[in-house]
């Protein structure tokens, strides 16, 4: 699972309050440590965290229904197919101009690449080009 599926499956369990789905993301003596209520441990005490404590909390708050503001990138491999435009588009979404002297050979063999091998490819140019882009 990737981390966008794994943060959309968190928020979305907190959102509908549903412990079980949520204890279910962690392993069974998995320990959950929040701010306001301390320290969870195992997925029963974790469940009623969610289903007790914070239903109880947040019973009169509206649920929200955003989607999460992350950018998906397998998705962006399914769609556009091109690295240079996933790249160029990922930098848009964080509101940055994506470089264009970089010249990057994360993407030679792209079209024998995996989902899995592409997925890999961007994720590390992007951390490569954020890197530089830091020091810079």
Known sequence: ???????????GAVERRDGKAFAALF????VYHDVFYGDFKGRERIAEMIDE?????LG????PTAQLDVFDVRDAIERLNDPQTIMQEWFTFEGREY???YG???FRGWTA??????????????????RS???S
Request: hydrophobic content about 45%; some cysteine.
């Open 99 to 101: 470089p264009s002297d």
């Open 1 to 11: 699972m990737n981390v966008a599926a794994l943060l959309e499956q968190f928020c």
């Open 27 to 30: 392993a069974e003596d998995g």
């Open 53 to 57: 404590r914070l239903d109880r909390r």
């Open 104 to 106: 990057v050979v994360f």
């Open 113 to 130: 690449f995996t989902i899995d091998q592409k997925h890999a490819a961007i994720v590390d140019a992007k951390r490569a080009i954020d």
């Open 133 to 135: 882009l830091s020091v």
């Open 60 to 63: 009169t708050v509206e649920k």
